[in-house]
């Protein structure tokens, strides 16, 4: 799985042309199948910052949680993860639940099922913005700084590993669980599964 990121001279969401920049789907997060409802995904970057943009369609919004670093991930909610080296040992976890409250941290992982959540690791600089459209589908814009990411903007041709990923409540109460690159089990913490974030720059 490739996703190339294409370079914008924006600085925020408001001045980014969501129309030009490639849209992937998620899809089921153990088979691959297609989910019950459409998630789309865009990303680009600028000089100082990585931009996504995820678009979901939703009949039933789950979200009561108000604080950071709440487990939003027992609601709804979209999630990034970005490893920047490329190990799979260490990479960010980013968050946003429909009523924007964010969770984020830093995961170590042994790549033999262990692993840390350190949710004491916050990213200072980066912005969440959520929307909901009358035709029922949620907005959610991350601007994720390069400083949060402890790296320097990347040059173009640099080669990433990401995943992102959706959790959604039905209506009946089951759990479903999506994701760009499967991972082939309910666990969003697969890095050998990651997929390639490249960032482009014509």
């Known amino acids: 799985m490739r996703y190339e990121c294409n370079y914008v001279e924006a600085l925020n969401a408001g001045q980014i042309d969501w129309a030009q920049m490639p849209a ?4 089921e997060v153990v088979t691959g199948a297609t989910p019950r409802l459409e998630t ?3 990303a680009c970057w600028s000089e100082e910052a990585i931009h996504i943009r995820f678009e979901c369609e939703d009949d039933h919004i789950v ?3 108000e604080q950071r670093d709440d487990p939003i991930y027992l609601e709804d ?4 993860f970005i490893d920047t080296v490329g190990t799979g040992k260490v990479y960010y976890e980013f968050e946003v639940s429909p009523r924007n409250v964010v969770f984020d941290a830093i995961i170590h992982n042994d790549l033999e099922g262990g692993k840390e959540v350190d949710i ?3 990213a200072p600089g980066w912005r969440t913005d959520v929307t909901q459209r009358a035709d029922g589908w949620q907005v959610y814009d991350l601007m994720i700084p390069f400083a949060d990411l402890e790296h320097t903007s990347p040059r173009p041709s640099a080669e990433w590993r990401w995943n ?4 959604d409540d039905d209506k009946e109460g089951n759990r ?4 760009w690159s499967p991972t082939h089990a309910v666990n969003f913490h697969v890095p050998q599964c990651f997929g390639t974030l490249v960032f482009v720059r014509a």
Do not use: G, K, P
């Not at 992937?24 to 899809?27: H, Y």
């Open 24 to 27: 992937n789907l998620l899809c």
């Open 164 to 167: 992102l990923y959706r959790i």
């Open 176 to 179: 479903h669980y999506w994701a």
């Open 120 to 122: 004491s690791w916050d």
């Open 63 to 65: 979200a009561t949680m």
């Open 77 to 80: 909610v979209v999630e990034v």
């Open 40 to 42: 789309f995904f865009r």
